[in-house]
């Protein structure tokens, strides 16, 4: 049986394409009768004829991955596109290493642990980029005998 004419006017009336229209093998002697739109729409309505579903791209990998990645996993060097100044500004590493050593700076300062000299003298020495941590710079306080006994 030849249902071209039948299979293109429910596509058009389904607004899908032809390959996507599913007859149903049972009912093809009411299939080939159709020869109307309006045959074929009461065709659709009585299920002889049909839309078959979109085939879609499964999500579940992508969502396993996330869920990864939101864990930390999965960065490690294969996985890195960007050169290591890009993933983290250089600014943004200074940012973070100054920071807590002039805090730890102010701290002493304000204990009297160090006179404003010495905290300008250091500050600027900070500044220079002497200190790598805090640790560092407790260390050369020590070794130096800068820190005074409250």
């Known amino acids: 049986m030849d249902l071209k004419n039948q299979r293109r006017l429910a596509a058009e ?11 149903d ?3 093809m ?3 080939s009768e159709a020869i ?9 309505d009585s299920k ?14 992508t969502r396993y991955l996330k869920d990864q990645k939101k864990k930390g996993k999965r960065r490690g060097h294969g996985s ?4 290591k100044k890009a993933r983290t500004p250089k600014k943004d590493a200074w940012i973070n290493t100054i ?14 642990k160090i006179d404003t000299s010495t905290y300008r003298k250091l500050y600027k020495r900070a500044k220079g980029g002497m200190f790598k941590s805090k640790a560092r710079l407790d260390a050369h306080l020590k070794s130096e005998g800068l820190l005074k006994k409250k």
């Open 48 to 61: 002889a004829i049909k839309a078959r579903q979109k085939k879609g791209v499964s999500r579940g990998r």
């Open 99 to 112: 920071r807590p050593i002039r805090a730890q700076l102010i701290e002493y300062k304000r204990q009297g």
């Open 29 to 31: 002697e009411d299939v």
């Open 36 to 44: 109307t739109r309006n045959d074929v729409r009461r065709l659709i």
């Open 25 to 27: 093998p049972t009912r």
């Open 13 to 23: 009336i389904l607004g899908c394409g032809e390959n996507r229209i599913w007859i």
């Open 80 to 83: 890195r596109k960007g050169a």
